[in-house]
Each structure stands twice: as structure tokens, then as C-alpha cells.
């Protein structure tokens, strides 16, 4: 009597373990859900703003610059220059994200 009391226990305590191991993968599945949900709607509103970008015509700004003017700003490196500070602004920017860091400085 006394062993089959040990294993119903043994058992029970067997299935509250699995009862946990599935609360807690049922509780991953909604945070995963959560987070998935908040990501579509985050494309939604990029693929939005998207459409306030559609009249800005850059090209036909670069194409009415004189010669002259295009001419120096390839002597003084602007084109590289440009680059640079463009790779510096976007490394800054995803070191500001890495955690523990304060977002402003």
C-alpha cells in the first residue's frame, strides 16, 4: 500500500511538472503573439509613411545643380564627406539601442 502511495505521488507530481511546462510554453506562444502582432502593425505604419515620400523628387535636385557648383563639390569631397557622416549617424544611432545606454546623448 505504502508503494503505491509513493508512485501516485511520484505520478502526481509528475503531471503538476508537465502542467507547468505547458503554462509556461502557452505563456511564450502569447508573448511571441503579442510581439508579432505589434511587428505587422509596425510594417503597416512604415509601409504608410512610405506614400508621404512619394512627391519628394531628390533626383531633380541633384540634376539641377550648375556644373560649376557640381564640379567643386566633387574638388572638396563633399560626396565622400556625405558618407562619412551618414555611416557615423547610423552607427551612433544603433549604439544608442544597445541596452543599458541612455537614448539622447
Known sequence: ???WLAKTWV???QFLYSI???LLD????????IF???MDLV???LEGMGALFEGLDISGYINGIPPNV???MGAVGLGEATGMIITSLTIRFMLQLVPFTRLGS
Do not use: G, N, P, R
Not at 511564450?28 to 503573439?33: A, S, V
Open 70 to 72: 557640381a564640379y567643386y
Open 20 to 22: 507547468l511546462l505547458t
Open 26 to 33: 502557452a505563456l511564450k506562444d502569447l508573448f511571441y503573439f
Open 43 to 45: 510594417v503597416v505604419i
Open 36 to 38: 508579432e502582432i505589434f
Open 11 to 13: 505520478d502526481f507530481q
Open 1 to 3: 500500500m505504502l508503494e
